[in-house]
């Protein structure tokens, strides 16, 4: 399998500063590898990113002209018969990614491993960090619809939508996933369960009457003590065994898998390199079809 990386530097989706740096410290970090095509990197536009707490659209028409930019690029990857990696940047570039997937895949599902639930639309916001709905957005759900309209074709299905890993969901926001249908596996239940009974649940849900399965792939899914360098943490996350250990499991079914995003690492809140070196390695993983249980 070949594949092309597009380095998606934008942290225009969330207040926090500092991911649009990571996937040039991504990029750079893993090892040489003949698989991979060609590194593509989009950087955001220059301006006065907006910090305000009472902005309920943060950054809206930048992170449009973004997405519709990196829309384009994942597409054109995708016609070159490649596999697209897309490196975030926050959470909201996943707009795009995820899309152009599904433009170019016609029907696919979706497995979204993140602490939060990134299924606000504007009217239930609280921050306004645009970051908190892309998995909304991706499935057209209400009026997200601010967010995708470069985008032609199908959303994602929410029978065939999981979210896995959840802990950190506002209250409205979880209205609005009951709402829409979406399965969700907490973390709770990742450590009582399994990562492979879990993984195994969602795959099947993922897959079903589809042609396939879009990855994203949010790093502050692992407990911050162990993986720091994240824009929004959140406490009692997955431990690293955890997170390779659904790598594991992606690399094992990547039959099913047409696209993949790794997201929301902040090397300026990164401590030791710690959470750069799990991204890393769940990254080279997947890109050499290697199971990684622990350093």
């Given at each position: 399998?070949?594949?092309?990386?597009?380095?998606?530097?934008?942290?225009?989706?969330?207040?926090?500063?500092?991911?649009?740096?990571?996937?040039?410290?991504?990029?750079?970090?893993?090892?040489?590898?003949?698989n991979?095509?060609?590194?593509?990197?989009?950087?955001?536009?220059?301006?006065?990113?907006?910090?305000?707490?009472?902005d309920?659209?943060?950054?809206?028409?930048e992170?449009?002209?973004?997405?519709?930019?990196?829309?384009?690029?994942?597409?054109?990857?995708?016609?070159?018969?490649?596999?697209?990696?897309?490196?975030?940047?926050?959470?909201s570039?996943?707009?795009?990614?995820?899309?152009?997937s599904?433009?170019?895949?016609?029907?696919?599902?979706?497995?979204?491993?993140d602490?939060?639930?990134?299924?606000?639309?504007?009217?239930?916001?609280?921050?306004?960090?645009?970051?908190?709905l892309?998995?909304?957005?991706?499935?057209?759900y209400?009026?997200?619809?601010?967010?995708?309209?470069?985008?032609?074709?199908?959303?994602?299905?929410?029978?065939?939508?999981?979210?896995?890993?959840?802990?950190?969901?506002?209250?409205?926001?979880?209205?609005?996933?009951?709402?829409?249908?979406?399965?969700?596996?907490t973390?709770?239940?990742?450590?009582?369960?399994?990562?492979?009974?879990?993984?195994?649940?969602?795959?099947t849900?993922?897959?079903?009457?589809?042609?396939?399965i879009?990855?994203?792939?949010?790093?502050?899914?692992?407990?911050?003590?162990?993986?720091?360098?994240?824009?929004?943490?959140?406490?009692?996350?997955?431990?690293?065994?955890?997170?390779?250990?659904?790598?594991?499991?992606i690399?094992?079914?990547?039959?099913?898998?047409?696209?993949?995003?790794i997201?929301?690492?902040?090397?300026?809140?990164?401590?030791?390199?710690?959470?750069l070196?799990i991204?890393?390695?769940?990254?080279?993983?997947?890109?050499?079809?290697?199971?990684?249980?622990?350093?």
């Amino acid at each position: 399998m070949k594949y092309d990386i597009i380095n998606a530097c934008s942290d225009l989706g969330v207040h926090v500063n500092g991911s649009d740096k990571g996937p040039i410290y991504l990029s750079k970090s893993i090892k040489k590898n003949d698989n991979i095509e060609n590194i593509y990197t989009l950087e955001k536009e220059k301006c006065i990113k907006s910090l305000d707490k009472n902005d309920k659209q943060k950054n809206l028409n930048e992170v449009n002209i973004f997405n519709e930019n990196l829309y384009n690029i994942v597409k054109n990857v995708i016609d070159d018969n490649k596999f697209p990696i897309t490196l975030g940047g926050d959470h909201s570039i996943v707009i795009a990614s995820a899309l152009a997937s599904i433009n170019k895949n016609k029907n696919l599902g979706i497995i979204w491993i993140d602490s939060h639930g990134d299924y606000n639309n504007f009217k239930t916001t609280i921050s306004g960090n645009i970051h908190g709905l892309p998995f909304a957005a991706i499935t057209g759900y209400d009026d997200t619809d601010k967010l995708t309209k470069f985008h032609s074709g199908n959303f994602y299905n929410t029978k065939n939508a999981v979210l896995v890993g959840a802990r950190d969901l506002d209250e409205k926001e979880i209205e609005n996933l009951k709402d829409a249908g979406i399965t969700i596996f907490t973390t709770d239940e990742i450590k009582k369960y399994g990562v492979q009974s879990i993984m195994k649940k969602a795959f099947t849900i993922a897959s079903q009457n589809t042609c396939g399965i879009h990855i994203s792939y949010d790093i502050d899914v692992i407990d911050p003590n162990t993986a720091p360098g994240v824009s929004i943490p959140a406490i009692n996350g997955i431990s690293d065994i955890d997170a390779y250990s659904i790598m594991n499991y992606i690399i094992e079914n990547k039959n099913l898998v047409k696209s993949l995003d790794i997201v929301e690492y902040n090397p300026e809140l990164d401590i030791d390199n710690k959470t750069l070196n799990i991204a890393t390695t769940l990254l080279d993983n997947f890109l050499n079809d290697k199971i990684k249980i622990k350093n």
